[in-house]
């Protein structure tokens, strides 16, 4: 298996990241998500959404594929997704500490994501907050983690 490199986005990424973000969404979120909200997320969505915001993004590579991204802004990231056919590959793990390095301190999850939560507080973000807010137009529970703050 070849190593995971990361490298910063550029604008030909949108469509690679968008596929990433997509897939990662609708897999990891469809027994939190409504099939009504979940559908706000097409991949369309997250195509426009990298076709403009790439500069806050780090693509992690493997085998010249892009195989998952970080996303972070204002010290918090925003998203961090692993394609899911190269999870638990220590893609995430490396993205997060890119994050981390470059000074992110907080970040946000479902409350009900507890393979993320449980990701997070393996490498020792703390759980600071619960919340809830609409997203895709319903209510959700969340939590927000910090880090080193």
Known sequence: MSEVSLRPATAA????????AHDSF???FAGI????????RPFAFFVERFG???????????AGRVVGFSMVR???????????????RGIGKAL??????GGAITLE????NSQARDFY???????????RRAFCGEDYDFVLYAKGA
């Open 26 to 28: 609708h897999l990891a």
């Open 52 to 62: 403009v915001q790439w500069p806050h993004v780090v693509v992690a590579e493997r």
């Open 109 to 112: 999850c479902f409350q009900d």
């Open 96 to 101: 997060l500490a890119d994050a981390e390095s």
């Open 121 to 131: 507080e393996k490498y020792g973000w703390k759980l600071t907050k619960s919340l």
């Open 13 to 20: 990424d949108a469509e690679p990241l968008a596929r990433v």
């Open 74 to 88: 204002d010290r918090h990231i925003d998203m961090l997704f692993v394609d899911p056919g190269a999870q638990a």
């Open 33 to 40: 998500m409504s099939p009504a909200a979940l559908a706000q």
